[in-house]
């Protein structure tokens, strides 16, 4: 939220209300979804994992409920989000969940409990 009114006392750090955009073709027959998270989220889970998560659910609404669960289950301690939006080829690539992937994150709210 503060990135969007800008950060005066960051602002010398480069925490600006400048939003950075990237503009994407969506298309239907290729495209299943977008995925929209929040730090909280994101600081916890892989792209990967949210992918895989998203990819086996049915509907976008039980993804994104299992993705936020998951983050919370990780340690997450930031505001948990999450919002997927379905094309065209939602469903398309439906598959089973692989292991885990690494998350850096996670690794670290993990051992900041264990270190000295």
């Known amino acids: ?9 960051m602002k010398p750090f480069g925490v600006t209300a400048q939003p950075h955009l990237r503009c994407l073709e969506v298309r239907h027959g290729r495209d299943a979804f977008l995925l929209l998270v929040t730090d909280g989220v994101a600081f916890v889970m892989s792209v990967k994992e ?21 983050a919370m289950q990780f340690g997450s301690e930031d505001n948990t989000t999450a919002v997927i939006l379905p094309f065209g080829s939602w469903g398309k690539y439906a598959k089973q969940m692989s292991c885990m992937p690494y998350s850096m994150g996670r690794n670290f709210l993990a051992n900041r409990f264990t270190s000295s």
């Open 1 to 9: 939220m503060t990135r969007s009114i800008g950060d005066c006392e």
């Open 50 to 70: 949210m992918v895989d998560i998203a990819s086996t659910c049915a509907t976008p609404q039980e993804a994104a409920e299992i993705i936020v669960d998951q």
